[in-house]
């Protein structure tokens, strides 16, 4: 998942946009699936191999897209580039504890941590950047923090999967933001920075006495190369929407992949629901229906 960028105020009609935004956010929710899959891999060898084989794939589609001007701007820029180091840190952990969490069965807190998101980014741009919160924000935050008091209090052991999760995407999201630059070439960035590391992650693997799980057989080598098209394909769609849509209904769509996550831990993974985790989601719930309620209050003023 990724964090959004400013529409550019609806050059399009919504519907143009709906597609590729419904498509990301599918993806992202659809996830857990594809991990499973591969959770024979190392969790800290698989997000190696995802780093490894994302930068090639940016690469393509940075060529196809012609965008190799705006990279080598960001490249250029040592205020870019120092800002690119950081959310390439907080991007490299994100990943590292969503894939863990997910094979270790922690599905519940991966679908909080990302409900929390984008009240988190609420509460950092207060915070930071001196924005200034409606009521019905501060009271989204509020309902929010109490969700995780009841996590902290009932299922200690998996709130910090949450709460890195949302943090990190968070600060991720606000890093970027000092950013001038596309989704796709700053991911792109973030892989080759990242990428010494990730050779060095998948070498270490190869030379350990498991050897490497990439090469062993043609079925994992497949599913570990295609992590790259399931970590850029949805950014590209994502970027797409973003252009699009206006913000407050492309910040509506954004509760898609935490909900698909919440349902397929559920129904498919039968994760057990403890009460302090189910009164947590509905906490969230009212606090993601406060907040989507205030996003789309400011859309209507906006448009009378």
Same mark, same amino acid.
């Given at each position: 998942?990724?964090?959004?960028?400013?529409?550019?105020?609806?050059?399009?009609?919504?519907?143009?946009?709906?597609?590729?935004?419904?498509?990301?956010?599918?993806?992202?929710?659809?996830?857990?699936?594809?991990?499973?899959?591969?959770?024979?891999?190392?969790?800290?060898?698989?997000?190696?191999?995802?780093?490894?084989?994302?930068?090639? +794939?940016?690469?393509?589609?940075?060529?196809?897209?012609?965008?190799?001007?705006?990279?080598?701007?960001?490249?250029?820029?040592?205020?870019?580039?120092?800002?690119? +180091?950081?959310?390439?840190?907080?991007?490299?952990?994100?990943?590292?504890?969503?894939?863990?969490?997910?094979?270790?069965?922690?599905?519940?807190?991966?679908?909080?941590?990302?409900?929390?998101?984008?009240?988190?980014?609420?509460?950092?741009?207060?915070?930071?950047?001196?924005?200034?919160?409606?009521?019905?924000?501060?009271?989204?935050?509020?309902?929010? /923090?109490?969700?995780?008091?009841? +996590? /902290?209090?009932?299922?200690?052991?998996?709130?910090?999967?949450?709460?890195?999760?949302?943090?990190?995407?968070?600060?991720?999201?606000?890093?970027?933001?000092?950013?001038?630059?596309?989704?796709?070439?700053?991911?792109?960035?973030?892989? $080759?920075?990242?990428?010494?590391?990730?050779?060095?992650?998948?070498?270490?693997?190869?030379?350990?006495?498991?050897?490497?799980?990439?090469?062993?057989?043609?079925?994992?080598?497949?599913?570990?190369?295609?992590?790259?098209?399931?970590?850029?394909?949805?950014?590209?769609?994502?970027?797409?929407? $973003?252009?699009?849509?206006?913000?407050?209904?492309?910040?509506?769509?954004?509760?898609?992949?935490?909900?698909?996550?919440?349902?397929?831990?559920?129904?498919?993974?039968?994760?057990?629901?403890?009460?302090?985790?189910?009164?947590?989601?509905?906490?969230?719930?009212?606090?993601?229906?406060?907040?989507?309620?205030?996003?789309?209050?400011?859309?209507?003023?906006?448009?009378?």
């Amino acid at each position: 998942m990724t964090t959004p960028e400013p529409s550019s105020a609806a050059s399009g009609p919504v519907a143009s946009g709906l597609a590729p935004a419904l498509g990301a956010y599918l993806i992202w929710g659809f996830l857990p699936l594809y991990l499973v899959l591969v959770r024979s891999v190392p969790a800290f060898e698989f997000v190696g191999w995802r780093i490894i084989w994302t930068l090639p +794939l940016c690469l393509l589609i940075v060529a196809f897209r012609r965008q190799f001007p705006e990279l080598l701007a960001a490249l250029k820029s040592p205020k870019s580039l120092l800002a690119l +180091l950081a959310s390439a840190v907080l991007i490299g952990i994100n990943w590292f504890v969503y894939i863990w969490a997910i094979m270790a069965g922690e599905v519940y807190a991966t679908s909080i941590g990302y409900y929390l998101n984008p009240l988190l980014n609420v509460l950092l741009g207060t915070l930071v950047l001196g924005e200034t919160l409606s009521r019905r924000q501060w009271l989204a935050v509020a309902i929010a /923090a109490l969700a995780v008091a009841l +996590l /902290a209090a009932g299922a200690v052991t998996s709130l910090w999967i949450s709460l890195t999760l949302g943090t990190s995407f968070a600060v991720y999201g606000l890093v970027r933001k000092q950013v001038a630059v596309g989704s796709l070439p700053c991911l792109t960035i973030e892989s $080759a920075i990242l990428l010494p590391i990730a050779a060095a992650i998948a070498g270490w693997y190869a030379l350990s006495p498991q050897g490497s799980s990439f090469g062993q057989d043609g079925w994992t080598s497949a599913l570990i190369i295609f992590s790259g098209v399931v970590t850029a394909i949805p950014l590209l769609l994502f970027a797409l929407a $973003a252009r699009r849509m206006d913000y407050s209904t492309l910040g509506f769509l954004q509760y898609i992949a935490p909900t698909i996550v919440f349902f397929l831990g559920l129904f498919v993974f039968h994760q057990p629901l403890a009460p302090a985790k189910l009164a947590s989601f509905v906490l969230i719930w009212v606090a993601v229906g406060v907040f989507v309620w205030d996003l789309w209050a400011k859309r209507k003023a906006a448009l009378a």
